[in-house]
């Protein structure tokens, strides 16, 4: 049982924005202190991504382990309320990764995602940036 009403829960998840967020700030933080540059997100390339290291071919999104549903995270809750509408929500959430992906792919690029978990964890995103981007500098 949600210990807030329907509309105030409503109104929580439409303040939620797709860009910007905690998680997003501490990899772009981390990436520039690694001295990478990058541009944010780019509109002309599918799924806007978070990330976009041009000269390399690399792409980051920093995805919400809810919003994306991060297997086997605990933060990747299903809803107990309007089983329906989040079902087919994440799902097609999910979905639209998968295309988006792909069509960066098809384009030549490199895509990493980030989990909104592991944004916790400075050593893991300074490893999984290294190991994505590459080690030297532009």
């Not at 792409?59 to 991060?70: A, D, E, Q, T």
């Not at 998968?98 to 300074?126: A, F, P, S």
């Amino acid at each position: 049982m949600d210990v807030v009403s329907s509309d105030r829960r409503s109104a929580m998840m439409a303040r939620i924005q797709g860009r910007n967020t905690k998680p997003e700030m501490v990899v772009r933080k981390i990436a520039h202190r690694l001295g990478y540059r990058f541009r944010l997100h780019r509109r002309d390339l599918p799924g806007s991504p978070d990330l976009v290291f041009p000269a390399r071919k690399k792409i980051v999104f920093v995805h919400g382990c809810f919003w994306h549903s991060h297997e086997g995270c605990r933060f990747a809750y299903k809803p107990k309320s309007n089983i329906e509408f989040w079902e087919s929500k994440l799902r097609k959430n999910v979905e639209r990764d998968i295309r988006v992906k792909g069509e960066l792919e098809c384009m030549g690029w490199d895509v990493l995602i980030v989990w909104e978990c592991e944004t916790v964890d400075n050593d893991l995103v300074v490893a999984k940036l290294r190991g994505h981007v590459g080690h030297d500098h532009d």
